[in-house]
Nanobody, 117 residues
Framework: QVQLVESGGGLVQPGGSLRLSCAAS????????MGWYRQAPGKERELVAR??????NYLDSVKGRFTISRDNAKNTVYLQMNSLKPEDTAVYYC????????????WGQGTQVTVSS
């Protein structure tokens, strides 16, 4: 059974940094595509960053501040978040699938990121 487990969330002051990790277990091969979504209270879930063999893409509001990376040997994806702003406060979810192959989409349980002074 595939599981995605996030870690690294917490409370940070504006301008601070956090690094989120998401480790996939229950599967030997790496996923084609992995990413991070977030959902703030009262808002829809949105894609923050995604990484695949062809490269990366980011939500406009996090470009230049967030960096997504992955370690295929560990089947782990990271999100380095710098210059955090209060509007980055949300629950962050890890996501993985084998796009463009049709198949299941996996989600982590979410980790809270709160940016506040």
């Amino acid at each position: 059974q595939v599981q995605l487990v996030e870690s690294g969330g917490g409370l940070v002051q504006p301008g601070g940094s956090l690094r989120l990790s998401c480790a996939a277990s229950g599967r030997i091969s790496s996923f084609n595509r992995m990413g991070w979504y977030r959902q703030a209270p009262g808002k829809e879930r949105e894609l923050v960053a995604r990484i695949m063999s062809g490269g990366t893409n980011y939500l406009d509001s996090v470009k230049g501040r967030f960096t997504i990376s992955r370690d295929n040997a560990k089947n782990t994806v990271y999100l380095q978040m710098n210059s955090l702003k209060p509007e980055d406060t949300a629950v962050y979810y890890c996501n993985a699938d084998d796009w463009p192959r049709v198949g299941p989409v996996y989600w982590g349980q979410g980790t809270q990121v709160t940016v506040s002074s």
